[in-house]
Nanobody, 119 residues
Framework: QVQLVESGGGLVQAGGSLRLSCAAS????????MAWFRQAPGKEREFVGR????????VYADSVKGRFTISRDNAANTVYLQMNGLKPEDTGVYYC????????????WGQGTQVTVSS
């Protein structure tokens, strides 16, 4: 069983920055691929970006490319989402997710943290 807990959300003005954290339980965090998703009010959840177990490879949605950066600290069992140049359309609940070994997809999810960007 893996537990994921996000933190770092809040209210920020357009153009500002936030850093989200996702702390994971378990001793095999370093074997998980991790990802961030978000869901805006009235919209479906969408992919933001992902990072491999080693942290050597990342992929981002076009909407955040060049503004957001995912990183991880396997010693601390934590994955981060650095968000710069925030826009009102980045508003939503941000979730981290884990893809554990042998799974066919992201099989563990956090409870989410709210990010609100004012114009």
């Amino acid at each position: 069983q893996v537990q994921l807990v996000e933190s770092g959300g809040g209210l920020v003005q357009a153009g500002g920055s936030l850093r989200l954290s996702c702390a994971a339980s378990g001793r095999t965090f370093s074997t998980y691929a991790m990802a961030w998703f978000r869901q805006a009010p009235g919209k479906e959840r969408e992919f933001v970006g992902r990072i491999t177990w080693s942290g050597s490879y990342t992929v981002y949605a076009d909407s955040v490319k060049g503004r957001f950066t995912i990183s991880r600290d396997n010693a601390a069992n934590t994955v981060y989402l650095q968000m710069n140049g925030l826009k009102p359309e980045d508003t939503g609940v941000y979730y981290c997710a884990a893809w554990t070994t042998g799974s066919s997809g992201y099989n563990y999810w956090g409870q989410g943290t709210q990010v609100t960007v004012s114009s």
